[in-house]
Structures are given as C-alpha cells and as structure tokens.
C-alpha cells in the first residue's frame, strides 16, 4: 500500500485549473521541492498561454505569414510533438483551430491586424529548427489540449531531480504519478457526482477528457471546447475518455484523437504503449496496452 509517511500536499490555481502537488515518504526538503515543481509548470503557462499576449503562442499568433520568430526550446519541443500527432492521425488532432474556440467563446478574442486564413491546418506552421517558426498561410495555434500534460511532466521531472521518492501532479484530471500506486477513479460523464475506481496507477500519467463541466451553447445545441478539424465546429459528446500513458503529454493529447478519430485510436494507442478507457451510458469499455492495476503492490 502507498506510503503516507511525510506526506506533504500544496496546491494552486494554475493552467486555468487547480494544480495539485503531493509528495510522500521522502526525508529531502519537500517544501523547496514543491516550489520547483509549481515553477516548472508556471514556466509553461508563461510561455504556452492563450491569454497571455506576451506568451510564445501569442506572439506566434501575432506574427504573419511568413514572418519569422524565435521561441523558447520548451515550446518548440511541444510543437514538435503536436505535428507528429497531426501526421500520426491524420489531422485529427489540429493545434491550429483557436479561431474556432475563439468563435464559440471558450477562448478570448485577440485582436490582430493579420487576418486568419480559415483554411490554415497545423501543417502551415512550419518549424525551421533552431527554434523558429513560422506560418505559411495565417492560422492562431492554442495548446489547451496538450500543454496541460506538459506541464505536468516537467513538474514531475523536477520532483525527481529534487530526490523526490514518490510523488503527485494532478492538474484538472490530467495527473502523472511515481514511486508508490495510486488510486485512480474518474468523473461518470452523465452523473458528475458520481466517480467510477478504474484501478491503480504506478510511474505512469493519466489524463481524462469529457464535457461535465465545459459545455457552451452553438446553435441551441450543447457543445464543447473540443474541435473537429475536418468540419472546424466544436463537437458534442456524452462520453469521458481516459488515456493512460508513460508520459502525461502524450495522454493529454491522445484523449483528443481517441475521442475525434475512434477508428486510429488503436494504432496510435499501441505506438505509445498506451490505454484507452471510455465511459458512456453502455458502461466502460477499454483497449490498448493496460497500465492499471487491480490493488496497489506492496
């Protein structure tokens, strides 16, 4: 059973949630190690948010076709992952759809004097190494379905890299966990008071995507933050998709495929080692390589 020897818990309103960071069983200074981690994922919201007009994606949003810009390697890192999830689906998982978050209200609206050319994909935002980028047609790129994971890995890795044992980060449902197994349970998509255990997780990330709390209004029709690109309108949905995965970036973004694109959810699943978990009114239902386990280890 897990350790609850020293067991230290902060947390903070971060990311546009609520960032929490436990750590336990550990003799080094949890308290400096704590505030390293919530560094780390300040570091992220900085430099990958919407809202901030200072922040790469802002500046990257700003800038016009063909205009060239230079950003931190962190966010050029989690670009580079997010075009190889663009090819690796087929372009199910699009970066460059924030004009359709924006239209629908779950993003602020930014006004720049370059239009956006509603025909731009993720692919028109080339990456030049070095750290630069630039748009071959005008798209707005937003990270909310990834940088979220991100940033839960770094803080992870800076638990470790403090002598952190075994440790915690959840940021809204996106959580990574190592050292000692954890309980893991999820929201129930119809019944938002009600959490259904899918087992215990160990050195490993969960994320989970559904729309109990986020949905808005299109067309009388309620919709959710999450967008088709094919069709560029947000989609509505019943069901919570859990992705489990060695890293909570990867988790984070795969839930978006698993839930658009069902059908290459399986190929890219077992690319990553990962699980599937969804959950609908017929029950849950699971593929993929399994990371659960039924009791916590000793």
């Not at 800038?63 to 670009?79: F, P």
């Not at 770094?154 to 952190?164: D, E, P, T, Y």
Request: proline share 3%.
């Amino acid at each position: 059973m897990p350790s609850l020897s020293n067991k230290r818990r902060q947390a903070r309103p971060l990311l546009g949630t609520i960032v929490e960071i436990t750590v336990m069983g550990t003799d080094v200074d949890s308290a400096k190690a704590i505030q390293a981690a919530f560094g780390a994922v300040e570091c992220v919201q900085q430099l990958m948010s919407f809202h901030d007009p200072e922040s790469d994606i802002s500046r990257i949003n700003a800038a016009a076709a063909h205009d060239e810009i230079t950003i931190d390697v962190q966010t050029y890192r989690v670009l580079e992952f997010a075009r190889e999830l663009g090819n690796l689906s087929n372009g199910f998982f699009d970066i460059a759809t924030a004009d359709v978050l924006v239209r629908h209200g779950f993003l602020p609206s930014h006004q720049h004097t370059v239009k956006i050319n509603a025909n731009a994909t993720y692919q028109d935002l080339e990456l030049l190494g070095d750290q630069r980028v630039r748009w071959r047609r005008k798209g707005c790129i937003d990270l909310g379905g990834i940088a979220k994971g991100y940033a839960v890995d770094r803080a992870i890795a800076l638990l470790r890299s403090s002598g952190v044992h075994s440790g915690v980060v959840n940021a809204g449902g996106d959580l990574r966990c190592f050292g000692d197994a954890q309980p893991i349970s999820v929201r129930h998509p119809t019944d938002s008071a009600s959490l259904m255990a899918l087992g215990w997780l160990s050195n490993a990330a969960i994320a989970t995507s559904s729309g109990y709390f986020s949905a808005g209004s299109g067309n009388d029709d309620a919709i959710n933050p999450l967008v088709d690109p094919r069709r560029r309108v947000c989609t509505t949905w019943n069901e919570s998709v859990s992705v489990l995965a060695q890293a909570c970036m990867t988790a984070d973004a795969l839930t978006k495929i698993v839930r658009l694109a069902p059908e290459a959810a399986p190929d890219l699943l077992a690319r990553f080692e990962a699980q599937a978990v969804v959950i609908d009114g017929q029950g849950m239902r699971s593929c993929g390589v399994s990371l659960l386990q039924q009791e916590a280890m000793a």
